[in-house]
């Protein structure tokens, strides 16, 4: 069965400082993956996705990410935070028919000025 | 085009009513999915309706939670005879049909907040 995981539930970082957050995946395919951000009391926001071909995908407000089948990793950065960015962030991965996901946990960011 | 509209956004039910939560998908949007968020928790796939039709429903609890997708008007999650452990972030998603192996992602509505009381 798949499965996604965030191993970190939160993390705090500096404005202006770079950012990395994990994410590893259980899949027998390839995998088409996600990240998704969500602000409090809202709902999820698509940030970057990956189906094939280049891995290092580029999103919305300046996030990034890595495939890399070897670690089974899809890890998400950006270079320089934005308090903007404090939020909770989940990754994904298409897990069946259609576009059923599978989600992570979630990983809690919060910026500090 | 509008999003994904999820309504009510806020919805308290006391022990024993029903709830009813009501998504419509963007245009052209044919797949349908509901999800559920418990506190600190993640989003749980809960099941995947096309039109007049459930795909995969593997993440239904067996009793008190249906699903619909008529051919006219929007998804229906229905929830008889509420309990507290049913208040979470409810949300939906929709989808163009799915085609070859380059699908698009799915779309996210705001998510009805159910509290039962």
């Known amino acids: 069965a798949q499965s996604v995981t965030q191993p970190d539930i939160h993390i705090t970082v500096s404005e202006g400082a770079s950012l990395e957050l994990r994410c590893n995946y259980s899949?027998?395919?390839?995998?088409?993956l996600f990240w998704y951000v969500q602000s409090p009391g809202q709902g999820l926001q698509l940030l970057l996705k990956y189906f094939s071909g280049d891995t290092l995908v580029q999103g919305i407000k300046g996030f990034e990410a890595e495939f890399k089948r070897s670690q089974s990793s899809f890890n998400l950065r950006k270079p320089s935070v934005h308090w903007s960015d404090a939020a909770e962030y989940f990754c994904?991965?298409?897990?069946?028919?259609?576009?059923?996901?599978?989600f992570g946990t979630g990983t809690q960011l919060k910026v500090e000025l | 085009n509008a999003g994904v509209m999820q309504n009510p956004r806020h919805l308290v039910r006391r022990r024993g009513q029903e709830a009813r939560l009501r998504c419509s998908p963007m245009k052209g949007h044919s797949h349908v999915y509901w999800y559920r968020q418990l506190p600190e928790e993640g989003l749980k796939f809960m099941v995947y309706?096309?039109?007049?039709?459930?795909?995969?429903e593997s993440g239904m609890p067996k009793e008190r939670f249906s699903a619909e997708f008529p051919k006219e008007g929007p998804s229906i999650l229905r929830i008889q005879q509420v309990v507290r452990g049913d208040s979470a972030a409810y949300f939906c998603?929709?989808?163009?049909?799915?085609?070859?192996?380059?699908?698009?992602?799915?779309?996210f509505g705001q998510g009805t907040r159910l509290t039962v009381v």
């Open positions: 994904a991965v298409k897990a069946g028919g259609g576009n059923k996901l599978t």
């Open positions: 899949y027998g395919a390839t995998p088409y």
């Open positions: 309706l096309q039109k007049e039709n459930i795909i995969d």
């Open positions: 998603a929709s989808s163009p049909p799915a085609g070859g192996e380059y699908n698009t992602e799915a779309f």
